[in-house]
């Protein structure tokens, strides 16, 4: 049994399409040294001048720098790395935050962050490092428009600390909508905007890709297999008629693992104890595999 599953798992995934972003993996450079279609948050800062023509300006301490290009990747020869600071007169947290662009010399904070897509993506992708300080709290955001700008779905990750390796992360996008995807906005930082930040924490991101799904999304015509709710809240269907099918229905999480493994082919399939985020949806058939994108969500 072990030699099929596996077998069936690799075709499954081999189906999928990873699409990397404009320098997903930081290896363009501007001439300043900050990484093409990629931008920063920046910071204002008080300052006066008193009557004896004296500047007084805050104080803020910065580790190294918000955002600034490593030489330590996961892969190539670039990362980006985001760092804290602090402004110790307002007494508030500059947590390190870089979004991705579609504008190629845009450091700064200038520059779209809108990313134009033709397919609407599963998820997002990337490889980090995070070490923290002071309980800090990484995260990874991406959200998806419509051509109107309408925001169709979004999917966030917080991650405390990993080992002192890169570690390969999936942010699921969860939909509110059918419509299509027309643009991206993707974001990450060292500490949410308000949390709390300190002084030491490390954030190396590299190797930024969407995934789409490609053949999961195609393969199976509705008058064949009937596949519902989706997104499924609870529950779902699969409805078999003109096709024979085989035993067994396999539910897979997005990292390839088997969620669980259910013995009917066709009734109601309880989700209800299932995380939220996206999930394949293998249906056997006696000579092909069915394979079907669920979107779990409460």
Request: charged fraction near 15%; proline fraction near 3%; include cysteine.
């Amino acid at each position: 049994m072990k030699l099929p599953f596996l077998t069936l798992l690799l075709c499954l995934f081999s189906s999928e399409s990873m699409a990397q972003l404009l320098n997903g993996g930081f290896e363009n450079l501007n001439s300043n040294g900050t990484a093409q279609f990629w931008t920063a948050k920046t910071y204002s800062f008080n300052v006066q001048i008193d009557s004896n023509g004296q500047t007084i300006s805050d104080s803020v301490v910065f580790d190294k720098t918000n955002y600034a290009i490593t030489n330590t990747p996961f892969t190539g020869n670039f990362a980006l790395e985001l760092r804290n600071g602090f402004n110790f007169t307002t007494n508030k947290a500059l947590p390190g935050i870089a979004f991705s662009s579609s504008d190629s010399n845009n450091y700064g904070g200038f520059g779209s962050r809108m990313i134009e897509v033709n397919s609407t993506p599963d998820y997002l992708s990337f490889y980090g490092n995070f070490k923290s300080v002071g309980n800090d709290t990484a995260y990874a955001l991406i959200k998806v428009f419509n051509s109107s700008l309408d925001e169709i779905g979004s999917g966030m990750l917080l991650i405390t600390s990993t080992s002192n390796n890169f570690a390969q992360f999936n942010v699921p996008v969860n939909y509110l909508s059918t419509d299509d995807a027309a643009f991206v906005s993707i974001e990450f930082g060292t500490a949410q905007p308000e949390a709390s930040a300190h002084l030491g924490s490390v954030f190396k991101i590299d190797d930024v890709q969407l995934t789409y799904s490609t053949e999961m999304d195609m393969v199976g015509s509705g008058e064949l297999i009937t596949f519902f709710p989706n997104p499924a809240s609870s529950s779902f269907r699969v409805n078999t008629k003109k096709v024979p099918m085989g035993k067994g229905l396999i539910l897979v999480d997005m990292s390839g693992k088997a969620v669980h493994i259910f013995a009917d082919t066709e009734g109601v399939y309880l989700v209800d104890n299932f995380r939220e985020g996206i999930y394949v949806v293998i249906v056997p058939g006696l000579s092909t595999n069915f394979r079907y994108k669920l979107v779990v969500r409460r």
